[in-house]
């Protein structure tokens, strides 16, 4: 056992640095990036619920209450490719990123509480966006070039313990760190010089999510669950330094710097409000289940001159309603692998709470999934397709048409077996 979670801990370390995925939408200029989703394919392949799911073999990371129903030690890891068309009512682009989503260990502790820790990227940063500038006239006299990457990750750790036969509790803790780059710079027609203005910061803090479970028969073959998660306030500190410097300004767009001109530290903050899940669900143990989930939180709250993203921006209430669920022929088929294989659906709606030149930036997305079994074991290859539009091309803004494709594996065995003598 102590070689396996060596071994595991080797992989968390070298995943680490990959985690620091690139973004391809110009949503992520605003605060600290995209909100990932936290969430196992298998969750988001139904439309991302979770809160009221659980399994003795595959995780989810909705509610850590869900921990306690683990029987087998579990290794999930996951990839996605996210590809996106842009459409500003004029012009449209087409982009794509493809990284890692989670690498996440779990494992049972007694017959009635489990163990999981592992690593998510938290938000992601990726944009690069040119604004024209023009006379009373019309003639182009000056080009604003807005770029940033990078994002924040977060090590987790959580414990699930089952209270009686039908209530679950679990608690978890995050540590959040990242790494964030911005840069503006600004080229007019006819003059020598240009100016850039870069932004370097690092971005920490701590959060604590508390879970609970309930689960009850409604009938022989019938299982009514429902759970609830609540993540805490929370406080991420944004340090760094901020410049700015004259260049050439060269028609090929070379960045040649001259004199910096400009110093600037910064000390600031992003507060996270309390967020909260609330879900519900009927089915029958590995055979079919169908759930409905809601989640809302306040509006996030960052401090004045909040790097270079002073923009017309602000944040309100976000909410997001998801229905969804799974179906699987014969969970222990024999004879037939294809009546072993799980499929997913569902839809979410999220209002994201980003306000952009007065607009609300909304997101609709429906979701696909399939789990392949493999060999005769409890591991699995998961695949999930999600298809969806987020934003509008009123007010200046653009509407992002995406497809995202993602891979999980999902490893279960027992490490502890009693040895048997022949």
Do not use: C
């Not at 992601?124 to 006239?137: A, F, H, K, M, R």
């Not at 479970?213 to 760094?240: F, I, R, W």
């Not at 309390?274 to 809601?294: D, F, M």
């Amino acid at each position: 056992m102590i070689k396996k979670i060596i071994g595991f801990l080797a992989l968390l370390i070298s995943f680490n640095t990959l985690a620091q995925r690139n973004n391809i939408s110009p949503y992520s200029f605003f605060g600290i990036g995209d909100n990932t989703i936290n969430k196992s394919v298998e969750e988001i392949g139904m439309g991302e619920i979770g809160g009221a799911f659980n399994s003795s073999y595959q995780l989810g990371f909705t509610n850590p209450a869900s921990y306690s129903f683990l029987r087998f030690t579990t290794y999930a890891l996951a990839g996605e490719n996210k590809a996106i068309r842009i459409d500003d009512g004029t012009n449209k682009e087409n982009g794509s990123a493809a990284a890692l989503s989670y690498l996440a260990l779990g494992f049972p502790i007694g017959e009635n509480a489990g163990f999981v820790f592992g690593l998510q990227p938290n938000t992601t940063v990726g944009y690069s966006l040119l604004q024209e500038i023009t006379d009373t006239n019309g003639d182009l006299t000056a080009l604003n070039l807005f770029a940033g990457e990078g994002g924040t990750n977060k090590v987790f750790a959580g414990f699930g313990h089952k209270i009686g036969k039908q209530f679950s509790l679990g608690l978890e803790a995050s540590y959040i760190f990242g790494t964030i780059e911005n840069s503006l710079l600004n080229r007019r027609d006819g003059a020598p010089l240009a100016t850039m203005q870069k932004s370097d910061s690092d971005v920490q803090g701590f959060s604590i999510k508390g879970g609970v479970q309930y689960q009850a028969k409604v009938s022989k073959k019938l299982k009514l669950k429902a759970g609830a998660t609540v993540d805490l306030n929370n406080k991420l500190t944004n340090k760094g330094r901020e410049i700015r410097f004259s260049l050439l300004n060269v028609p090929d767009g070379s960045v040649l710097p001259r004199d910096t001109t400009f110093v600037n530290s910064f000390d600031l903050t992003v507060k996270n409000p309390i967020k909260t899940v609330l879900s519900v669900g009927i089915g029958q143990e590995n055979k079919w289940y169908a759930g409905l989930e809601y989640s809302f939180q306040n509006a996030l709250i960052f401090d004045d001159g909040f790097s270079l993203n002073n923009s017309n921006f602000s944040y309100k209430k976000a909410n997001r309603v998801s229905i969804g669920g799974f179906y699987t022929p014969k969970f222990n088929s024999v004879t037939n692998y294809w009546q072993r294989l799980t499929y997913r659906a569902g839809f979410s709606y999220k209002q994201t709470g980003l306000v952009v030149n007065n607009t609300d930036i909304n997101d609709f997305g429906i979701s696909f999934g399939v789990g392949l079994p493999i060999g005769r074991q409890l591991s699995t290859i998961n695949l999930g397709f999600e298809l969806g539009q987020r934003g509008e091309t009123t007010n200046n803004l653009v509407k992002e048409n995406y497809f995202n494709f993602r891979v999980g594996l999902s490893l279960s065995d027992k490490w502890f077996r009693k040895r048997q003598l022949d």
